[in-house]
């Protein structure tokens, strides 16, 4: 099992940018990670994936050109750069690890954001 610590999150005004970090440990295989978000009252929402070896990106339309997913593997950290964030993107932002690029077996804690109109 691989563990995600995620950090970053906080509150900001629409338009600003945010970076949230994922500090990965553990022994597992893993040949994605990628970012999700839950708001309140929905379900998760999927919006960035990287390959664990490879620099390939996946994102939803809804976030692409926004949201930039990276990594420092020197640091075991994956980033999820948010830009022009708007209110509709308030959620609790997780970080998560798996076998493909959108389905996930491990999951951290999650941050907050909360973008304010």
């Known amino acids: 099992q691989v563990q995600l610590v995620e950090s970053g999150g906080g509150l900001v005004q629409a338009g600003d940018s945010l970076r949230l970090s994922c500090v990965a440990s553990?022994?597992?295989?893993?040949?994605?990670f990628g970012w999700l978000r839950q708001a309140p009252g929905k379900g998760r929402e999927w919006v960035a994936s990287?390959?664990?070896?490879?620099?390939?990106?996946y994102y939803p339309e809804s976030v692409k050109g926004r949201f930039t997913i990276s990594r420092d593997d020197a640091k075991n950290t994956v980033y999820l750069q948010m830009n022009r964030l708007k209110p509709e993107d308030t959620a609790v932002y997780y970080c998560?690890?798996?076998?493909?690029?959108?389905?996930?077996?491990?999951w951290g804690q999650g941050t907050q954001v909360t973008v304010s109109s």
């Open positions: 998560a690890a798996g076998g493909n690029p959108t389905s996930f077996t491990s």
């Open positions: 553990g022994r597992a295989f893993t040949s994605y």
């Open positions: 990287i390959g664990r070896t490879s620099s390939v990106t």
